[in-house]
């Protein structure tokens, strides 16, 4: 049995960045420790951080019942109301949003400066694009489908900027910006899924393709983890979503020669190998 990994599975430097700013918080050995909203994507990473006493805050109601401590900005970022909200509050803030993310913040502001229309490409429901809104200074909109963008009705009367959520599916934005050029020629559209999700992507999609059966790792509530998932089942057939070795139920597979894993942005290392492990002795 051939088992390939991908390259690029596994943390992303964001995440990586993220989890690690929360290790040298408790390391400082002042607490209480704090994260809005779970770190990362990870319900495993999450689960470690609260048994070594970090708390997640889940809510500005609760932020503001908040009277000591360190609280850290996850690595999707948060709305620009959020964050003063904290500075002001008398806690220690430390910032694990993505730099990539973070230069969305900026994209979007400075478009709000210009008096731009600011588009979103992405989950409207995603911490990281209600973020992303929380940064624009004037109207915004977010489309996740093509029918969205033929159905969306842009102004006229001022310029449009148009951005992507950092884990978009790069084959579908360039698809939602040949509708939006189609609408309109004035647009400045800036491509700002992450390159490591392009990697991801494209890398995962070439393994789909070789493969008899395709192992997608991650979390459930992983926007990246889940496009990786859509991906690779256009390509193979035998796609898996798997969050943990305990989901593993290798019964099907046993006439399968060749086996793929990749595995989202906020999946530990440790994990894609007892994956891969586990998958190398059962085949």
């Not at 694990?96 to 502001?109: D, G, S, W």
Request: charge should be neutral; include cysteine; hydrophobic fraction near 35%.
């Amino acid at each position: 049995m051939k088992v390939t990994v991908a390259k690029s599975a596994g943390f992303c430097f964001g995440v990586k960045r993220a989890v690690e700013q929360v290790y040298q918080q408790l390391e400082t050995g002042k607490k209480p420790v704090y994260t809005y909203g779970p770190i990362i994507h990870n319900d495993q990473v999450v689960k470690e951080l609260e048994q070594k006493g970090v708390r997640v805050i889940r809510s500005e109601e609760e932020l503001e019942r908040l009277g000591e401590g360190t609280v850290i900005i996850r690595s999707h970022g948060v709305s620009r109301r959020v964050q003063e909200k904290m500075e002001a509050s008398g806690l220690t803030v430390a910032d694990a949003t993505c730099p990539f993310v973070k230069k969305i913040h900026r994209i979007v502001e400075e478009a709000g400066k210009k008096g731009q229309f600011v588009l979103i490409a992405g989950d409207r429901n995603h911490p990281e694009v209600q973020g992303i809104i929380g940064w624009t200074l004037g109207d915004s909109a977010v489309v996740e489908t093509p029918e969205e963008m033929e159905k969306l009705v842009l102004p006229r009367d001022r310029g449009l900027c148009f951005v992507s959520q950092t884990t978009f599916n790069y084959n579908k934005f360039e698809e939602l910006v040949e509708i939006l050029l189609k609408k309109r020629y004035d647009s400045h559209v800036i491509n700002t899924v992450c390159n490591a999700t392009e990697e991801r992507q494209s890398e995962a999609e070439g393994i789909a393709a070789k493969v008899d059966v395709m192992l997608v790792i991650g979390g459930r509530h992983s926007s990246n983890t889940q496009k990786l998932f859509e991906i690779c089942s256009n390509k193979c057939k035998n796609t898996y979503f798997v969050e943990t070795l305990d989901d593993l139920d290798t019964k099907p597979f046993q006439s399968f020669r060749h086996v793929g894993i990749t595995a989202g942005a906020s999946t530990p290392k440790k994990i894609i190998e007892e994956v891969q492990k586990h998958v190398g002795i059962k085949f």
